[in-house]
């Protein structure tokens, strides 16, 4: 009999640290029956070479071909499940007049539970598809429909966090969309905690619930303290928007004299537990009260272009030890690709860096320090969303769960320049990074089972 379930073999790229990666070159990868990582074994290991013989020809052995290389699966701390179906439309408008026009009227179809299965079967195939193993989702004010999200995510083998979403103030939010009352907000996210947390005795991968108001603006102050004592009650994650914007940074200020994150702590809503999306204009203090509490940040660089009136410091923010992972934000961000996220997060770091008014002098222009490499986005796409979700996922090591991508970069359609003379291992890293597209990605596994292929 053999000792693992799966045995893979090829080289893989994973963060060692938020800056440097690691390259295990040919290694052995031994998954067990739990979908974790039991051990690594390099060639020179002397187990290597009996290993291979034990399990080589077995439809439990998986080697990469030449070109293939495993990456840890992204972990997307933000995602609008419902707006998948408007991505890369309605970005015209700010941040206010969008949910109204757009959004709301969007998100409150999905009381029509075939229309939501149809949204969201697709929503999370596609994302299957570009490499996001786990992913951190609101759906909508509606109970059953936001059920269904996370039933969709069980069955296609996705580690979903799913939350139903709270609008409780009937003077901030539109008849046609919000919880009935605070009560009935409160009782249907307590209910959806508990089947949510049925539902996952029956995966392997698990799905969790989410306590999840949409942000300070949407909800009463009864129906934020009443979120509080749930997540504390059933120990669930939470997750909301924090000081996004000017007008929603400002709102908070009005209503509380105080910023969002503090107004947020107030109400039981930071905690280990906690990913808060944005948080663009997170002042010193909030960042070590986010540090002090262990709520993370979900950066969410491409949506920030559109909405969130900046560039949010990352770099500012790890020094304070706050925790960052990437967020897609669909559909406030178009893609439902991490890599694209990855490139935005470089690119817009940079801007910050540089600044981009070309009418002062290049001293003034930018805020100095503000650059994060490839490697750091990477890092916040994996191993960061990770620890942000205190979950063993988003690293290719013992001990962790074997969620991964494996990128072909010799696609004859879609070949990445990669030319054998010039190749240091690195540059492979960083071209897969820049110039990797969904039909690169072969297979998805998550927990060690197949859940994609190409
Ligand atoms: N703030 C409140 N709701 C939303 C939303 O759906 N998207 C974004 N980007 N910000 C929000
Ligand atoms: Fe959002």
Redesign the pocket.
Known sequence: MSKYMQLFQGTSFSSKSPTEIQVLTDCLYCINADGMIERVVAPEDTEYQSLLDTYQGSDSFHRLEEGQYFLPGFVDL?V?APQWAQSGTALDIPLYDWLNTYTFPLESKFSDLGFAQKVYEDLVSTLLANGTTTALY?ATVHKEASLLLAEICAGKGQRGLVGKVVMDDPEQNPDYYRDADTSTALMDTEAFIIAVKELAKTTKQGVYPVVTPRFIPSCTDAGLKGLGKLAAKYDTYVQS?CS?SDWAHGHVKDRFQKNDAFALHDFGLLRDKSVM??CNFLDDQDAELFADTGTAIAH?PI?NAYFANSVIPVARFHAHNVEIGL?S?LS?GFSPSLFDNIRQAVMSSRMLEDGVNTSLPAAERGVPKSRITVHEAFYLATAGGGECLSLPIGRIQKNYVWDVQVIDTRLPSAKLPIFDELEDVQDIFQKIMYLARPEHIREVWVQGEKVHSR
Do not use: L, P
Request: hydrophobic letters at 15%.
């Open positions: 933000h609008h609101f928007h996004e999306a944005h969410c949506s967020g934000d406030g």
